[in-house]
T-cell receptor, first 115, second 111 residues
Framework: NAGVMQNPRHLVRRRGQEARLRCSPM?????VYWYRQLPEEGLKFMVY????????ESGMPKERFSAEFPKEGPSILRIQQVVRGDSAAYFC?????????????FGPGTRLLVL | GQQVMQIPQYQHVQEGEDFTTYCNSS?????IQWYKQRPGGHPVFLIQ?????EVKKQKRLTFQFGEAKKNSSLHITATQTTDVGTYFC???????????FGPGTRLSVLP
């Protein structure tokens, strides 16, 4: 059973470009969470999605950031017009069910560098 | 909003010494999870505690959940260089649909 997959693992963008980060959850998992981690800091929740639904996007910046989890295919975190402050590691995690006791399984992350 | 705090922020120990990190909240927690992140790696689930006063062990790691379910600790006995990393606690956000992570404790082990 493959783990959570994220790609690309490293992404370099110039200011103003778009970044698209992909996350394929573990097989059988229908819940996806996205987190951002700045260097030397903790994990900040961004968004929680189920298939075709955004359940909680309270941690997502209101502008330039969007996320989706279509019926088919991976979850996508999209950052438009990137700025240097967007440089961070972006992790997704998946879980099979939404209960308050579910373990989250993290992917390897995408390290975004904005030049 | 709900927050969980962790202390210490950093800990440097000599190999063989013990290590403890604490996770504290001002509100009662439904459960607490612990994760480890190696340098350059991703968080990996270690354990979940649900019951008041619960104690769980994994080899040299001992996890405790406070009686009031407002704090938790992770204790490592006789640290090894493989224990290096950042240890995070996490808990479901009250009335929310996501998890709150503590800021983490970064452990360095000197050989």
């Amino acid at each position: 059973n493959a783990g959570v997959m994220q790609n690309p693992r490293h992404l370099v963008r110039r200011r103003g470009q778009e970044a698209r980060l992909r996350c394929s959850p573990m097989k059988g998992h229908s819940h996806v969470y996205w987190y951002r981690q700045l260097p030397e800091e903790g994990l900040k929740f961004m968004v929680y999605l189920q298939k075709e639904n955004i359940i909680d996007e309270s941690g997502m910046p209101k502008e330039r950031f969007s996320a989706e989890f279509p019926k088919e295919g991976p979850s996508i975190l999209r950052i438009q017009q990137v700025v240097r402050g967007d440089s961070a590691a972006y992790f997704c995690a998946s879980s099979p069910l939404k209960t308050r006791t579910e373990t989250q399984y993290f992917g390897p992350g995408t390290r975004l560098l904005v030049l | 909003g709900q927050q969980v705090m962790q202390i210490p922020q950093y800990q440097h120990v000599q190999e063989g010494e013990d290590f403890t990190t604490y996770c504290n909240s001002s509100t009662t927690l439904s459960n607490i999870q612990w994760y480890k992140q190696r340098p350059g790696g991703h968080p990996v689930f270690l354990i979940q505690l649900v019951k008041s006063g619960e104690v769980k062990k994994q080899k040299r790691l001992t996890f405790q959940f406070g009686e009031a379910k407002k704090n938790s600790s992770l204790h490592i006995t006789a640290t090894q260089t493989t224990d290096v990393g950042t240890y995070f606690c996490a808990t479901p956000k009250n009335y929310g649909q996501n998890f709150v992570f503590g800021p983490g404790t970064r452990l360095s082990v000197l050989p």
